[in-house]
């Protein structure tokens, strides 16, 4: 159901185009069907006449509803949608650059990014953007809830990341916000989607300049599914 909200969500535009144009050809061809059945003068021709404009008249209102269902749907329902339940939103901010050295005060202020260092336990010391759950060495089963804290000066947005142990894996995104948390939930990790194994997994928290801290990375194994 919730897929479905989102799918009308995003693409209602083209939805309430759609409906409209069929809207207008049923209303088109009521307003001709009343007028036949208006000029007709023979019994069998007025019942032929009502008949279609029965039909027409509902495809008329049947479209009429849909319009003000998914006018309810898109309004009032979607938006109430949990957030975890909304695709990974894409920060503004690149994903792909962290800590900066900045020039001295009174040079300038502003920020020269820096690639992001891979992080490790020593990035998990800061108590501003630190996991809680999963610890170092868990074995995860099933959706695992990820509780932590992401809350850095001039916060911008966080995201939990996973890779394998094999030579030069690619970081993949499970799940990002642009809430601000302490140690509480950041959202879930549904372990079933990944193949049974070792896998490193961070919190990277970023700055609204893209700078960001020492990542918390931790190693965790998933089992697999029962």
């Given amino acids: 159901m919730e ?6 969500e995003e693409n209602q535009s083209w939805i309430y185009g759609g409906l409209f144009l069929l809207g207008l050809v049923y209303l088109r061809t009521s307003v001709r069907w009343l007028g036949e059945y208006r000029a007709a003068l023979f019994g069998l021709e007025r019942e032929r006449a009502m008949a279609r404009l029965t039909r027409s008249g509902a495809m008329l209102v049947l479209v009429l509803s849909g319009i003000v269902t998914l006018f309810v749907l898109t309004t009032f329902v979607s938006p109430a949608l949990p957030t975890s339940s909304r695709p990974t939103p894409v920060p503004t901010a690149s994903l792909l650059t962290t800590p900066s050295q900045s020039t001295p005060v009174g040079e300038s202020t502003l920020a ?5 260092s891979e992080g490790g336990l020593d990035g998990c010391l800061n ?3 630190t996991l809680i759950e999963p610890a170092d060495g868990d074995t995860l089963e099933g959706v695992v809830t990820v509780r932590g804290t992401a809350n850095i000066e001039s916060f911008a947005f966080y995201k939990f990341e996973y890779r394998d142990r094999s030579p030069d894996a690619p970081w993949r995104a499970v799940f990002a916000d642009i809430e601000p948390k302490i140690d509480d939930e950041l959202g879930s990790w549904d372990t079933t989607l990944v193949n049974p194994g070792e896998y490193d997994v961070r919190l990277v928290v970023t700055d609204t300049v893209g700078n960001a801290p020492q990542p918390c990375m931790i190693s965790v194994r998933v089992l697999p599914t029962p």
């Fill in 3 to 8: 897929e479905i909200l989102l799918f009308l």
């Fill in 112 to 116: 020269t990014p820096m690639p992001l």
């Fill in 127 to 129: 108590p501003l953007a």
